[in-house]
């Protein structure tokens, strides 16, 4: 081992360690990020306020209100006064139901009756939902009430949710959050460091001590490497044994895939801080890449439906393959080809991201 | 000491423009970088899956199957293809070549003939959060179709749902994520443009120079914000001009509320960055403290995608410290609902405590740090 890019390295991670501030953001925040949004994420949809219109002695209007309020997807919404359309629009309801003047079951009997659903559209995930619940709770409403043998569907749709069967968030959101968190950890101490380096002046007295590029530049990356790899365990570490999702696949596959995504992401921390010509580049650099990053990693919205002209931009994102990764190694044990092709992927994009930060680092020596 | 002077605080205003003007990477990051993300994530965020990859295994090849299948089709939702029927599913959704599966065991059609229900299998991958659910809506839905079906053409429903969805009649996607995006976008690039600006005068000992002149800290503060705030507002009109020209989001509610609201929330985002670089005087934790409170939970609690209203109680109440998600919910409400100030009191009153009372913090704490 080369022993001065040992001294080298050991003064880097003193260097980041020193402040206890850094160290907690290094090694505490991520935990305590991870424990936040795996308990506070959902992506069901709860809690729908309905509101409802229906004469007191419309018993079947309010069998549906009482069978929605059931399923725990709905709540009652505060009654608000006139128009049930006030109520969604002043937002005191997300959803109101009116039923035909006259009572639902008279209207049954005349003939098919309609019955009126206002949804708040503002947020169209939600809403689309609360259409679809409502009709399936007023579906099994009609099929308890309706006169004679019940008549089953002819055909029954079983669906079954693999890998996450009771649904739980925690498992369909923790893979996902720690390798945001993994990202945005590693991106950011690695482009300050340098910024930082460079902003002091003490980048010349580093470029004038007896190392070669090469020793500065490993220098400077592999310590937030090791972190990095540090902080994937301790937030693994957690998902597993704190959120109980599951690790059906082989543990070496989950840390090869780290190291092979923290090496990417410190290469484009270090591309970030070679082009930056301060510290608030670097941070604003840093934001450009972690903000598309987040959002183009699957997690925030099915990447499928990208337009095809863009769609390729998600490929540069190491954060999407880490993410595809982590799920397809702990939730569905690691199928070797998806593994081996989106390391080979992640691992490529890597080196083309260290390649052109070692060449924009030799362009700034000489 | 003397008075608050505001010829004091605009000499120190004029500096930070000059810091501004000397770096156009802050011009940039302050007017071009939100219309750039707004415009590119208007453009490509989707929630609606369409196409979604169905991988079919009909053991049963009958007329019933042709017709669950042409139902599949037919909900325009899912691009439907036949896979080898001894193929393990669970195998096929593992190697990531479907989003779901599909399983119709043989004697399917012959049920269905006998009045038997005729069961199939929706194997779905519960590893992809982002449609997983919404799936499963579409497979209930199918499941409406097929017992309409079922029940013949005589049978109508007894009971018609007729839904009107305000506010967005046709469920545009971009119109729900637009106006978030916008408040997320500029909510964060003010933290992050504050967040150094006091870390970086400490860091480079202009800071003793700058007290040592008669500048009281209050008129340092205002100083250092006035630039921010008309750069945040810069940036806040040329998103709205995206929005609305071209994205087409409708505009229904007032524009001096928009506006107002809008300087409300910058003020809260400047001064949480005001005080995270007060606290820190080092620019790589002012950096990493703005990112981290700022990146993750914005796009995470603010509301934007993840709904808070299905959040458990506590953590619901932990949101209502994002000044953000405040904003998120005036934005939406302006745009689309035509909200006014009385369905928005809770909001801007909340946003209005949050800048004087971040202002306030790191005021006081700029101040104490001074006293020897």
Same mark, same amino acid.
């Given at each position: 081992?080369?022993?001065?890019?040992?001294?080298?390295?050991?003064?880097?991670?003193?260097?980041?360690?020193?402040?206890?501030?850094?160290?907690?953001?290094?090694?505490?925040?991520?935990?305590?990020?991870l424990?936040?949004?795996?308990?506070?994420?959902?992506?069901?949809?709860?809690?729908?306020?309905?509101?409802?219109?229906?004469?007191?002695?419309?018993?079947?209007?309010?069998?549906?209100?009482?069978?929605?309020?059931?399923?725990?997807?709905?709540?009652?919404?505060?009654?608000?006064?006139?128009?049930?359309?006030?109520?969604?629009?002043?937002?005191?309801?997300?959803?109101g139901m009116?039923?035909?003047?006259?009572?639902?079951?008279?209207?049954?009997?005349?003939?098919?009756?309609?019955?009126?659903?206002?949804?708040?559209?503002?947020?169209?995930?939600?809403?689309?939902?609360?259409?679809?619940?409502?009709?399936?709770?007023?579906?099994g409403?009609?099929?308890e009430?309706?006169?004679?043998?019940?008549r089953?569907?002819?055909?029954?749709?079983?669906?079954r949710?693999?890998y996450?069967?009771?649904?739980?968030?925690?498992?369909f959101?923790?893979?996902?959050?720690?390798?945001?968190?993994?990202?945005?950890?590693?991106?950011?101490?690695?482009?300050?460091?340098?910024?930082?380096?460079?902003?002091?002046?003490?980048?010349?007295?580093?470029?004038?001590?007896?190392?070669?590029?090469?020793?500065?530049?490993?220098g400077?990356?592999?310590?937030?490497?090791?972190?990095?790899?540090?902080?994937?365990?301790?937030v693994?570490?957690v998902?597993?044994?704190?959120?109980?999702?599951?690790?059906?696949?082989?543990?070496?596959?989950?840390?090869?895939?780290?190291?092979?995504?923290?090496?990417?992401?410190?290469?484009?921390?270090?591309?970030?801080?070679?082009?930056?010509?301060?510290?608030?580049?670097?941070?604003?650099?840093?934001?450009?890449?972690l903000?598309?990053?987040?959002?183009?990693?699957?997690?925030?919205?099915?990447?499928?439906?990208?337009?095809?002209a863009?769609?390729?931009?998600?490929?540069?994102?190491?954060?999407?393959?880490?993410?595809?990764?982590?799920?397809?190694?702990?939730?569905?044990?690691?199928?070797?080809?998806?593994?081996?092709?989106?390391?080979?992927?992640?691992?490529?994009?890597?080196?083309?991201?260290?390649w052109?930060?070692?060449?924009r680092?030799?362009?700034?020596?000489n | 000491?003397?008075?608050?002077?505001?010829?004091?605080?605009?000499?120190?205003?004029?500096?930070?423009?000059?810091?501004?003007?000397?770096?156009?990477?802050?011009?940039?990051?302050?007017?071009?970088?939100?219309?750039?993300?707004?415009?590119?994530?208007?453009?490509?965020m989707?929630?609606?899956?369409?196409?979604?990859?169905?991988?079919?295994?009909?053991?049963?090849?009958?007329?019933?199957?042709?017709?669950?299948?042409?139902?599949?089709?037919?909900?325009?939702?899912?691009?439907?293809?036949?896979?080898?029927?001894?193929?393990?599913?669970?195998?096929?959704?593992?190697?990531?070549?479907?989003?779901?599966?599909?399983?119709?065991?043989?004697?399917?059609?012959?049920?269905?003939?006998?009045?038997?229900?005729?069961?199939?299998?929706?194997?779905l991958?519960?590893?992809?959060n982002?449609?997983?659910?919404?799936?499963?809506?579409?497979?209930?839905?199918?499941?409406?179709?097929?017992?309409?079906r079922?029940?013949?053409?005589?049978?109508?429903?007894?009971?018609?749902?007729?839904?009107?969805?305000?506010?967005?009649?046709?469920?545009?996607?971009?119109?729900?994520?637009?106006?978030?995006?916008?408040?997320?976008?500029? !909510?964060? +690039?003010? /933290?992050? =443009? $504050? %967040?150094?600006? &006091?870390?970086?005068?400490?860091?480079? *000992? @202009?800071?003793? #120079?700058?007290?040592?002149?008669?500048?009281r800290?209050?008129?340092?503060?205002?100083?250092?914000?006035?630039?921010?705030?008309?750069?945040?507002?810069? !940036?806040? +009109?040329? /998103?709205? =001009? $995206? %929005?609305?020209? &071209?994205?087409?989001?409708?505009?229904? *509610? @007032?524009h001096? #509320?928009?506006?107002?609201?809008?300087f409300?929330?910058?003020?809260?985002?400047?001064?949480?960055?005001?005080?995270?670089?007060?606290?820190?005087?080092?620019?790589? +934790?002012?950096?990493? =403290?703005?990112?981290?409170?700022?990146?993750?939970?914005?796009?995470?609690? @603010?509301?934007?995608?993840?709904?808070?209203?299905?959040?458990?109680?506590?953590f619901?109440?932990?949101?209502?410290l994002?000044?953000?998600?405040?904003?998120?919910?005036?934005?939406?409400?302006?745009?689309?609902?035509?909200?006014?100030?009385?369905?928005?009191?809770?909001?801007l009153?909340?946003?209005?405590?949050?800048?004087l009372?971040?202002?306030?913090?790191?005021?006081k704490k700029?101040?104490?740090?001074?006293?020897?």
């Amino acid at each position: 081992m080369n022993p001065t890019l040992v001294a080298f390295v050991r003064k880097e991670l003193l260097q980041s360690l020193r402040d206890v501030r850094m160290r907690a953001v290094i090694f505490v925040l991520p935990v305590v990020q991870l424990t936040l949004f795996g308990l506070a994420l959902s992506t069901e949809v709860r809690n729908i306020r309905l509101a409802t219109d229906f004469s007191p002695l419309d018993v079947l209007s309010r069998r549906v209100a009482e069978a929605c309020l059931a399923t725990g997807w709905f709540v009652p919404a505060a009654r608000g006064a006139g128009d049930p359309f006030h109520w969604v629009r002043a937002g005191g309801a997300d959803a109101g139901m009116v039923s035909p003047r006259g009572g639902l079951a008279r209207a049954v009997e005349r003939g098919p009756a309609t019955l009126q659903l206002l949804v708040d559209a503002t947020n169209t995930i939600r809403a689309r939902s609360i259409e679809v619940y409502f009709k399936t709770v007023l579906g099994g409403v009609l099929r308890e009430t309706s006169p004679g043998p019940a008549r089953a569907s002819p055909v029954l749709l079983e669906p079954r949710v693999l890998y996450n069967p009771s649904m739980r968030t925690a498992v369909f959101l923790v893979p996902g959050v720690l390798s945001m968190i993994l990202c945005v950890v590693t991106v950011i101490l690695t482009s300050m460091s340098m910024a930082r380096e460079k902003e002091m002046g003490t980048f010349e007295t580093l470029v004038s001590a007896p190392l070669s590029n090469t020793e500065i530049l490993l220098g400077k990356t592999l310590p937030y490497v090791l972190l990095g790899v540090a902080d994937a365990v301790i937030v693994l570490t957690v998902a597993v044994f704190g959120f109980r999702v599951p690790m059906q696949g082989p543990v070496w596959q989950v840390l090869l895939a780290a190291v092979v995504f923290v090496f990417s992401t410190v290469a484009a921390g270090t591309l970030i801080s070679t082009v930056a010509r301060n510290q608030q580049q670097a941070m604003m650099g840093s934001f450009l890449f972690l903000f598309p990053a987040m959002l183009l990693s699957g997690i925030m919205f099915p990447l499928e439906n990208m337009p095809r002209a863009l769609g390729w931009i998600a490929y540069l994102n190491p954060l999407k393959y880490f993410v595809v990764l982590m799920r397809n190694i702990m939730l569905k044990g690691g199928d070797a080809w998806v593994v081996g092709g989106n390391l080979l992927e992640l691992a490529a994009l890597g080196m083309v991201l260290s390649w052109l930060a070692a060449r924009r680092f030799h362009q700034t020596l000489n | 000491m003397d008075a608050f002077r505001w010829d004091r605080a605009l000499s120190i205003a004029r500096k930070e423009v000059r810091h501004i003007r000397r770096d156009p990477f802050t011009l940039a990051a302050g007017l071009g970088i939100p219309v750039l993300l707004v415009l590119f994530f208007g453009f490509v965020m989707d929630f609606d899956v369409r196409d979604i990859r169905l991988l079919v295994q009909d053991a049963d090849r009958s007329r019933a199957s042709r017709e669950l299948l042409e139902l599949f089709r037919a909900s325009g939702h899912f691009d439907a293809r036949s896979a080898d029927p001894v193929a393990d599913p669970a195998a096929l959704l593992a190697r990531e070549k479907a989003k779901a599966v599909l399983v119709i065991p043989p004697g399917f059609g012959r049920d269905r003939d006998r009045g038997v229900p005729a069961r199939a299998q929706v194997l779905l991958d519960g590893a992809d959060n982002s449609t997983a659910g919404v799936i499963l809506s579409y497979v209930a839905g199918i499941q409406q179709a097929a017992a309409r079906r079922g029940a013949g053409a005589d049978a109508a429903e007894p009971v018609e749902v007729r839904t009107r969805f305000l506010f967005n009649p046709e469920l545009n996607s971009r119109w729900f994520v637009v106006p978030g995006l916008a408040a997320v976008v500029i !909510g964060l +690039l003010a /933290v992050l =443009l $504050t %967040a150094l600006t &006091v870390a970086r005068e400490w860091e480079n *000992g @202009s800071m003793e #120079l700058l007290l040592s002149t008669p500048v009281r800290p209050l008129e340092i503060l205002v100083g250092k914000l006035a630039p921010y705030v008309a750069l945040g507002m810069g !940036g806040v +009109l040329l /998103v709205y =001009l $995206t %929005a609305r020209f &071209v994205f087409d989001v409708p505009f229904e *509610g @007032s524009h001096a #509320l928009f506006f107002s609201a809008s300087f409300l929330f910058l003020g809260a985002a400047l001064g949480q960055g005001l005080l995270i670089s007060v606290t820190t005087r080092q620019q790589p +934790l002012a950096m990493q =403290l703005g990112i981290v409170t700022g990146l993750l939970p914005s796009l995470l609690l @603010s509301g934007f995608v993840f709904p808070i209203e299905s959040m458990p109680l506590f953590f619901r109440a932990l949101t209502a410290l994002l000044p953000v998600r405040w904003y998120m919910t005036v934005t939406r409400g302006i745009f689309l609902r035509g909200a006014g100030p009385a369905d928005l009191w809770v909001p801007l009153t909340v946003l209005t405590a949050m800048s004087l009372a971040l202002s306030a913090l790191a005021l006081k704490k700029f101040k104490t740090d001074l006293e020897p």
